[in-house]
């Protein structure tokens, strides 16, 4: 997919992200969890698909047989259904003066992490819910001296025909480190919270606890589904630590050199002259930079591709552009330059983006954007062609 003479020469630089990746990654995820019985895949495609495209990359993951989607907000949900979704569709994120109405109108089953909020969609209803139970992350969900409150109003409401209550979930907080003790805790904890739901009278379609980390590394945590976001995106949840199992990046991020030269011996690069040259030095200007989410803190860090080899970053990244040390002749405007792909060729990796900046690869992908144009193909890994190409901004 990278540098392939029959793509168009974008004008500057593009996001290509690889729909043919997100269905293989989907098809892993699912045989994956499907070895012990049935369990049902949610392909989380938040924040615009991390970056991906969200209405795209949620039309490939059903493709491949995605069981549900997951979205953070209700806006992201209507903007699904508008886009002609009508599968099982979460959201697990109001805040006040959310639309439930149009949620529920929509079809898309919201979460409640509180009894004022469950009384809020059961006005609107008759709502499908789900209801989210904090084990320990201490963010979002109902806390442990809620649940059987929480349990007994939905279980009422339910009774009532206002609402069913079709979920039970909660959310890891370290699943990316296996031997957390967290992991342990929460899971038992979920657990106590399933037993308390079934003696207040719930019966949910699904119960979930697992991201991607827990799905690659906790089968005792699948439960009934297990909503994988970075995964979907042939991302690791946990460098270094999750099996392979054969997940391919569907991100690409490239661009052309604007301009290339000689800074000679003694001179330094870009704002502040974080850098000088020790000897005259070939670098090219790519026109990209933290206005297109590159984080600054890549400056003398981090590495992109060009002419089969990788390729340090000089001085700070700016607004617009950074620049980067080549070597040789001065190769010509226009030069293909990629600052991440799927690794296949050697180019660096967005999680090789994240070790060079102290961050995770969630966020390199999230916050590529800006001006870039995104493009989305569908590669054939055994035959490499593309079936169809079109530009989505
Ligand atoms: C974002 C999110 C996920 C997906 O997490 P990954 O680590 O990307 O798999 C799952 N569940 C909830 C509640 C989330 O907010």
């Known amino acids: 997919m990278i540098a392939r003479m029959s793509d168009p020469v974008p004008t500057r630089a593009e996001i290509v992200v690889d729909l043919a990746a997100v269905r293989h990654n989907v098809r892993i995820l699912k045989d994956l969890v499907s070895v012990d019985g049935p369990v049902q895949l949610m392909a989380v495609v938040k924040a615009d698909g991390y970056g991906h495209g969200m209405v795209e990359v949620a039309a490939a993951a059903r493709d491949a047989g995605a069981d549900w989607l997951g979205v953070a907000t209700i806006e992201e949900a209507l903007t699904l259904r508008a886009a002609g979704d009508h599968g099982h569709l979460l959201c697990w994120l109001s805040a006040p003066g959310d639309d439930f109405a149009a949620a529920v109108a929509a079809g898309v089953e919201l979460t409640a992490y509180s009894v004022a909020e469950l009384e809020e969609i059961a006005a609107v209803g008759p709502a499908r819910v789900q209801l989210k139970v904090d084990t320990g992350l201490s ?52 657990r106590e919270a399933l037993a308390l739901a079934d003696a207040a009278g719930l019966d949910p379609d699904v119960t979930h606890l697992a991201n991607s980390a827990a799905t690659l590394l906790r089968p005792s945590s699948h439960f009934d589904l297990v909503r994988c976001g970075i995964a979907t995106y042939g991302l690791d949840p946990a460098p270094g630590t999750s099996p392979r199992v054969g997940l391919r990046p569907a991100m690409t991020v490239r661009a052309r050199l604007v301009m290339s030269k000689v800074v000679r011996a ?51 990244v700016c607004m617009d552009q950074l620049v980067v040390e080549l070597h040789g002749e001065l190769p010509p405007t226009g030069t293909e330059v990629v600052l991440f792909g799927p690794g296949d060729l050697g180019e660096p990796t967005a999680q090789d983006w994240a070790d060079a900046v102290d961050t995770i690869s969630y966020e390199i992908v999230t916050r590529v954007g800006g001006r870039l144009t995104r493009r989305h193909v569908h590669t054939d890994t055994d035959t490499d062609t593309e079936d169809s190409v079109r530009t989505t901004r």
Do not use: C, K, M
């Not at 001296?145 to 909660?170: C, K, M, N, P, Y």
């Not at 790519?286 to 890549?298: I, L, Q």
């Open 139 to 190: 963010r979002g969900g109902a806390s442990r001296s809620e649940w059987e409150h929480l349990f007994a109003v939905a279980s009422d409401l339910e009774r009532q025909g206002r609402i069913t209550v079709t979920g039970i979930w909660s959310h890891f907080a370290a699943s990316d480190e296996p031997a957390h003790p967290a992991n342990d805790a929460q899971e038992a904890a979920f």
């Open 266 to 316: 003694g001179e330094g690069v870009s704002y502040g002259h974080t850098w000088y040259a020790d000897e005259d030095t070939t670098v090219g200007v790519v026109p990209v930079g933290y206005g297109e989410g590159v984080p600054r803190a890549a400056g003398n860090t981090a590495h992109v591709w060009v002419d089969d080899s990788q390729r340090p970053i000089r001085g700070r």
